[in-house]
Nanobody, 127 residues
Framework: QVQLVESGGGLVQAGGSLRLSCAAS????????MGWFRQAPGKEREFVAA????????YYADSVKGRFTISRDNAKNAVYLQMNILKPEDTAVYYC????????????????????WGQGTQVTVSS
């Protein structure tokens, strides 16, 4: 199965930008829709963005629409999250995940449909 490793997190001022990367291993990467989730301390893990296997369709949480962009490069076995106009409420550990519930298209915001997860990368946005 595919293995995922996130990178690119860090400390940034409100209004700034970060680009997260998720490197995948395994030739089955292109078989999965991919998603980004985030989790703040004491809170439930929440959906951020999703992209289908081909990369032709995307889906975003209302809280990040217009600010975040998910993309993928199957030739490089990678998925990205470009985050712009960051806000303090974006502070969280961000996780890359593979959509393993094959009865769905992959454009899903349900964390229960993602069965493979990276270790997470911390994003901190200061005021």
């Amino acid at each position: 199965q595919v293995q995922l490793v996130e990178s690119g997190g860090g400390l940034v001022q409100a209004g700034g930008s970060l680009r997260l990367s998720c490197a995948a291993s395994g030739r089955t990467f292109s078989s999965y829709g991919m998603g980004w989730f985030r989790q703040a301390p004491g809170k439930e893990r929440e959906f951020v963005a999703a992209i289908v296997r081909s990369g032709t369709s995307t889906y975003y949480a209302d809280s990040v629409k217009g600010r975040f962009t998910i993309s993928r490069d199957n030739a490089k076995n990678a998925v990205y999250l470009q985050m712009n106009i960051l806000k303090p409420e974006d502070t969280a550990v961000y996780y890359c995940a593979a959509h393993t519930f094959q009865l769905r298209t992959g454009l899903s915001g349900s964390r229960h449909e993602y069965g493979i997860w990276g270790q997470g990368t911390q994003v901190t946005v200061s005021s």
